[in-house]
């Protein structure tokens, strides 16, 4: 599986990796499909230790209602699905059918079925749509950065008190602190993490897992 946590020495990524539970079978062998089938993408896909660390705070919290912004082959949905207490739901949002048919074929392979749904679509039309009103206690945050600030406008407000949101990829490769570099990709990261740290409804840590993956918990 892919070297993920940019931040650390290689030596040090396998030694963290290495103390850390495995990946089952069926993750390890959608990993090896995804890097098969998209040599050049596997980075949308979250490591083996980032995707247990999801699992942990879904099960450690007794989380019950999920949504996910950016689902690719399913790797990060398979974690939360699977950390989710009984009657739990995992609602999925993105826009590639052929990666998210990948997805469905590893849900059904996981006996996951029962707890995703997946809605094709782009995830700001596909959140807009739902009540304005806090209904989920868990969020994972993964898909275009350049609608990461919309996309935090539309969650935070649909999550329930201690309701936790995580945002992937706020280090954007280092950029954010590297000065003069305008990509737009990299402005929007740096608006959603200043959108983060400056929101009074939210108590927020970042952490250096993979490429940035910042933490909210819904006051």
């Known amino acids: 599986m892919k070297r993920r946590n940019e931040q650390i020495s ?16 069926l993750l390890r062998e959608l990993a090896d499909e995804t890097a098969l089938r998209y040599p050049n993408d596997t980075g949308l896909q979250v ?7 999801l699992e942990l705070l879904v099960r450690s919290a007794n989380r019950r209602s999920a949504v996910e ?6 790797y990060s949905s398979i974690c939360i699905a699977r950390g989710l207490a ?7 949002c993105d826009i590639d059918v052929e990666a998210t048919a990948i997805a469905r074929r590893y849900w059904e392979k996981a006996k996951l079925t029962d707890r995703i749904e997946l809605r094709l679509g782009p995830a700001l039309d596909t959140l807009r749509a739902l009540p304005l009103e806090p ?5 994972f945050i993964d898909a275009d950065k350049i609608s990461y600030p919309e996309y935090w406008d539309e969650v935070v407000p649909r999550m329930v ?4 949101i995580c945002v992937d990829n706020t280090f954007s ?9 305008d990509h737009p990709f990299l402005l929007a990261v740096l ?6 740290v400056t929101d009074d409804r939210v108590d927020t840590v970042m952490l250096p897992v993979g490429d940035g993956l910042t933490l909210a918990l819904k006051r």
Do not use: S, W
């Open 173 to 181: 490769h280092g950029g954010v602190i590297i000065e003069g570099n």
């Open 69 to 74: 912004i950016g689902t690719f082959t399913g």
């Open 10 to 25: 290689a030596e040090l990524d396998a030694y963290v990796t290495a103390h850390c539970t495995p990946p089952d079978a």
């Open 191 to 196: 608006q959603m993490n200043d959108k983060a």
């Open 135 to 139: 209904r989920f206690d868990f969020a």
């Open 86 to 92: 009984e009657g739990g739901r995992l609602l999925c």
């Open 161 to 164: 008190p201690g309701g936790m």
């Open 47 to 53: 490591g083996p230790d980032h995707g247990l660390l």
